[in-house]
Every structure is written in structure tokens, then in C-alpha cells.
């Protein structure tokens, strides 16, 4: 079985810092990894994936996620973070087949302070 | 384009009763999976429709049953609704062979009073 652990269901930076949502994952095969975002009363937006091409993997509104397989993580960073970034993001996991069920993480809110 | 469309966007229910939740795919999608998002929780996926048979199956007791048309579009359906099902639910379609070409859908706001 896969699983997803998103350690916190909160974090808060300035306007201007870096970003980090933590994601370590469970998996018995070689997973494929996802991060979505989703902003109040709307469905999942992709910020990136990880599909066992290049470890470090740039996605969408400058966010950015490495796969390290000895840490079993993949976290999403941002250098500079913007008010319009406040949302909820979610990490999760799928086998390598097209059209795999996502299993997903709880969930972390990010907030950002003027 | 228009991408997922589901319908209605918000519905109350009584306990016991039944309820019927509609998707149309975005254009060109054949596949769709249906997920469920309870209030602070990740989205849990419950079964997943390719040529209008169920293909992958969550961990959801058999009060979840689902239908895909020729058309693409599919329907939830859940009888004998308890309030631990009150959830947004989020339908998702997809191309097969695409690797997480998923396209999300807003969401239909269940309560169950």
C-alpha cells in the first residue's frame, strides 16, 4: 500500500521568504509524486510531478519539489513567497501505470503574512 | 475549452436518503475517478469509470456505486446517506496513457443533516 505523510497541518511565512511543505512518502513499487494546490471552494490544481525522470522537478507559479529516494521525501520549495500562494497544498503518491489512483496526504494551509 | 463541469455545486440531505452527483469530463477525457474530501482531510479516492465500466475501486462500502454514458460523463450515486458522508466531492477525468493527466473538477458540496 502507498501513503503519504504531510508532517503539520499549518505553516505561515512573510511575504518574500521561502516556502516549504514537507512530504515523505510510503511505497512499496517506485512511485510517481504530486503536488496540487487548491484554493477555497475550487477542485485540485497539478503544481508538479515526479515521474522518475530528473529528481528535481520545477513546476508551476516558480515552485519546485526534489524526489530523494533515500529520505523517501519529496518537498516543495519556493524562494519567495506571495500572498496569492496562500492555499491548501496536497502531496500524493500513485504507481507508475497511466490513469493510477492518487493517494493523497491531509493537507497543509499555507498562510502568508504581508 | 471547458474543463470538468459537475453538478450541483451544493446539496442537503437527510440521513437515509439517496443522492445522484453529476460529472461531464473535459473535452477529449474518456476516463473518470471520483474522489472524496472530508472537511480538513486529503481527497480519498473511490472508484474510477473507463469505457462506462468501474475499472479501480477505493476503500468505499458498496452504498458508493457509480455509471459512466457513452458520452463520458458519469454519476455518484449513495444510498442510505450517513452524516460521516457529508464531503466535497471532486470528479476528475483523464486520457488514458497520460501519466496524471488529471483535470479536477470544482466539487459538489454534500451535507447530511
Known amino acids: 500500500a502507498q501513503s503519504v505523510t504531510q508532517l503539520g497541518s499549518h505553516v505561515s511565512v512573510s511575504e518574500g521568504a521561502l516556502v516549504l511543505l514537507r512530504c515523505n512518502y510510503s511505497?512499496?513499487?517506485?512511485?510517481?509524486l504530486f503536488w496540487y494546490v487548491q484554493y477555497p471552494n475550487q477542485g485540485l490544481q497539478l503544481l508538479l510531478k515526479?515521474?522518475?525522470?530528473?529528481?528535481l522537478v520545477k513546476g508551476i507559479n516558480g515552485f519546485e519539489a526534489e524526489f530523494k529516494k533515500s529520505e523517501t521525501s519529496f518537498h516543495l520549495t519556493k524562494p519567495s513567497a506571495h500572498m496569492s500562494d496562500a492555499a491548501e497544498y496536497f502531496c500524493?503518491?500513485?504507481?507508475?501505470?497511466?490513469?493510477?489512483?492518487?493517494?493523497f496526504g491531509k493537507g497543509i494551509t499555507l498562510s502568508v503574512r504581508p | 475549452d471547458a474543463g470538468v463541469t459537475q453538478s450541483p455545486t451544493h446539496l442537503i440531505k437527510t440521513r437515509g436518503q439517496q443522492v445522484t452527483l453529476r460529472c461531464s469530463p473535459k473535452?477529449?477525457?474518456?476516463?473518470v475517478s471520483w474522489y472524496q474530501q472530508a472537511l480538513g482531510q486529503g481527497p480519498q479516492f473511490i472508484f474510477q469509470?473507463?469505457?462506462?465500466?468501474?475499472?479501480q475501486r477505493g476503500n468505499f462500502p458498496d452504498r458508493f456505486s457509480g455509471h459512466q454514458f457513452p458520452n463520458y460523463s458519469s454519476e455518484l450515486n449513495v444510498n442510505a446517506l450517513w452524516l460521516g458522508d457529508s464531503a466535497l466531492y471532486l470528479c476528475?477525468?483523464?486520457?488514458?496513457?497520460?501519466?496524471?493527466?488529471?483535470?479536477f473538477g470544482s466539487g459538489t458540496r454534500l451535507t447530511v443533516v
Open positions: 473535452s477529449g477525457h474518456d476516463t
Open positions: 500524493a503518491v500513485s504507481d507508475t501505470g497511466a490513469n493510477s489512483k492518487l493517494t
Open positions: 476528475a477525468s483523464s486520457f488514458p496513457g497520460v501519466v496524471n493527466g488529471y483535470t
Open positions: 469509470y473507463y469505457e462506462e465500466e468501474e475499472r
Open positions: 511505497s512499496s513499487v517506485p512511485p510517481y
Open positions: 515526479y515521474t522518475s525522470a530528473a529528481t
